[in-house]
């Protein structure tokens, strides 16, 4: 991205304008299922996966990682691990912290 | 300042990026399991809970909405207020950046009307888990926009000198300001369905 030319840039402005109108749509679409009251489970699968497009797009297109260097992917591996472990290792021990909370 | 730090205008022949990038990067991953943190304790609490409200029967989904919106078309706005640079057009940068800046405060704006009519109905951390956590998050993200809002500013009008000296670190320094903005979007469009319409 570092010497991308005037043209290729003017290239870029029109697919962040369409990822701007996807956003958007995604917006609503989300807003619009919220209110068809779903059961929860199928409202967190619709929710979380239409915020997974959203924020994919918002990664790849506007921070570039579409076109980014390998290095900054593996930072991105590596984050995701521990992220998982950071999900994933209360869930295992939840038990003993539910009857914190309740 | 160029020779103290080196590679912050052109990549490093070894990453390949240049080392702002890269830094920034790695504080975006901090960042992750900051947030990440939040977002585990969130599914806990409400795992662990005997009943647990849905967003929007407490909460103002039009509100959040619009704010959804001001918040992506910022993130278009400091994109193309990079692009800008890239096609060495100053004054087109400054009119992005400000609408940038003007959005944000915009979404600073809706958040703390939301907070206020919460305070007014006396619901504060304290009054549920739920509340606990929402203010938590939402609070935490909303800092994270007013820090936004500094740095822009700063580059706005007085960092923005460094364009006339070095224009390439100067677009240097918008990206990295960019990843940390597009970061703070992409954390809201989790926030948003998690907190207001589950």
């Known amino acids: 991205m570092e010497h991308a030319t005037p043209e290729a840039i003017k290239r870029h402005v029109k697919v962040y304008i369409s990822v701007f109108v996807a956003l958007a749509f995604l917006t609503v679409v989300t807003v619009i299922v919220s209110y068809l009251k779903l059961s929860l489970v199928y409202a967190i699968i619709v929710a979380l996966s239409i915020a997974t497009i959203k924020g994919s797009l918002v990664a790849a297109y506007f921070m570039h990682l579409i076109s980014e260097k390998k290095i900054i992917f593996w930072v991105l591996v590596l984050t995701l691990v521990f992220f998982l472990a950071l999900l994933i290792t209360p869930a295992l021990t939840g038990l003993e912290i539910r009857s914190y909370v309740s | ?198």
């Open chain 2, 1 to 198: 300042m160029s020779s103290l730090i080196r590679y912050i205008s052109r990549p490093h022949p070894i990453t390949g990026v240049t080392n702002a990038k890269l830094g920034t990067w790695c504080f975006l991953a901090s960042e992750v399991m900051l947030f990440g943190a939040l977002f585990s304790a969130y599914i806990l609490l409400r795992t662990g809970a005997s009943s647990w409200p849905r967003g929007s029967e407490l909460l103002s989904v039009p509100l959040a909405t619009f704010n959804t919106l001001v918040l992506i078309t910022s993130s278009v706005t400091m994109v193309m207020a990079w692009a800008s640079l890239m096609m060495k057009d100053l004054s087109k940068y400054k009119r992005y950046m400000g609408f940038t800046i003007l959005l944000a405060l915009t979404f600073l704006v809706v958040k703390g009307f939301e907070y206020g009519h919460k305070f007014e109905h006396h619901h504060f951390p304290s009054t549920s888990t739920f509340y606990a956590i929402y203010f938590t998050l939402t609070g935490l993200h909303g800092l994270h926009v007013l820090g936004g809002v500094i740095v822009n500013t700063y580059f706005l009008l007085p960092g923005s000198k460094l364009w006339e000296t070095e224009p390439e670190q100067f677009t240097g320094r918008i990206e990295c300001a960019g990843l940390y903005w597009h970061f703070v979007d992409l954390v809201w469009i989790f926030l948003f369905p998690v907190l207001y319409l589950l």
